[in-house]
T-cell receptor, first 117, second 109 residues
Framework: DAGVTQSPTHLIKTRGQQVTLRCSPK?????VSWYQQALGQGPQFIFQ???????QRGNFPDRFSGHQFPNYSSELNVNALLLGDSALYLC????????????????FGPGTRLTVL | RKEVEQDPGPFNVPEGATVAFNCTYS??????FFWYRQDCRKEPKLLMS???SGNEDGRFTAQLNRASQYISLLIRDSKLSDSATYLC??????????FGAGTRLAVHP
C-alpha cells in the first residue's frame, strides 16, 4: 500500500516565478491538506481539500492556490514567488470525518523542498 | 501568543532516562490532539493520538489536560533512536490544524 507521495522532491525557482507541487494521497483517503514548514518551525496549515473543493484555509495569501482532482490527488500552486516562500511543503492525507468524536489521523508525504533565489 | 506552544529544547538526556514534553494550546474548542515525530529533513510521522483518558504505547505515554489546556508526552527508557523533534498538534475538528514548533530531543550514550 503506497503512502502519500509528493513530487518533485526538490525545486529551485527564482523570485517572481510560479510553481506547482503535486500530491497523491494514501489509498483510501479522500482529504488532502497542505502545509508549509520553514526551518525550525512547525508545519503551518495552508488549506485543505475535500470533494474537489477547498474546505478550510489558513493565513496564507491568494498567491497560494490549489486543486483536487476526482482521484483525490492534489496540486498546490504558488504565484509570484518570494524569498520567504522557501520551505518544505508537506502534503497530508486523511479521511474526512470523525471516529468516536476524534478526527481521523493524517499521514504526511515526504515533502517538496522549495528554494527561492 | 502562539496558538500551540512547545518548549523548543533541546532536551539532552542520557540513554535510559525518562523525559517529558508539554504542549499548551490556547483554543479551548480544540478537539483533536496528536503527537508526531520528525527526523531531520524528513516529514512528520504520527506517533500517537492523545485522549482525555490518556494512552500508552510501549515506552510512550500521552496525556491530555483539558482544564489546563495542555498535552504531554512521556518517554521512558530513552533510546538513541528516540532523538528527533517532537511536534504536537491541537485542532478544532476539520478546522485550523495547528502545530507547535516542536521540541528537539537528543539522547546521548
Amino acid at each position: 500500500d503506497a503512502g502519500v507521495t509528493q513530487s518533485p522532491t526538490h525545486l529551485i525557482k527564482t523570485r517572481g516565478q510560479q510553481v506547482t507541487l503535486r500530491c497523491s494521497p494514501k489509498s483510501g483517503h479522500d482529504t488532502v491538506s497542505w502545509y508549509q514548514q520553514a526551518l525550525g518551525q512547525g508545519p503551518q496549515f495552508i488549506f485543505q481539500y475535500y470533494e474537489e473543493e477547498e474546505r478550510q484555509r489558513g493565513n496564507f495569501p491568494d498567491r497560494f492556490s490549489g486543486h483536487q482532482f476526482p482521484n483525490y490527488s492534489s496540486e498546490l500552486n504558488v504565484n509570484a514567488l518570494l524569498l520567504g516562500d522557501s520551505a518544505l511543503y508537506l502534503c497530508a492525507s486523511s479521511s474526512l470525518g470523525w471516529t468516536s468524536g476524534r478526527r481521523y489521523e493524517q499521514f504526511f508525504g515526504p515533502g517538496t523542498r522549495l528554494t527561492v533565489l | 501568543r502562539k496558538e500551540v506552544e512547545q518548549d523548543p529544547g533541546p532536551f539532552n538526556v542520557p540513554e535510559g532516562a525518562t523525559v517529558a514534553f508539554n504542549c499548551t494550546y490556547s483554543n479551548s474548542a480544540s478537539q483533536s490532539f496528536f503527537w508526531y515525530r520528525q527526523d531531520c529533513r524528513k516529514e512528520p510521522k504520527l506517533l500517537m493520538s492523545v485522549y482525555s483518558s490518556g494512552n500508552e504505547d510501549g515506552r510512550f505515554t500521552a496525556q491530555l489536560n483539558r482544564a489546563s489546556q495542555y498535552i504531554s508526552l512521556l518517554i521512558r527508557d530513552s533510546k538513541l533512536s528516540d532523538s528527533a523533534t517532537y511536534l504536537c498538534e491541537a485542532s478544532g475538528g476539520y478546522n485550523k490544524l495547528i502545530f507547535g514548533a516542536g521540541t528537539r530531543l537528543a539522547v546521548h550514550p
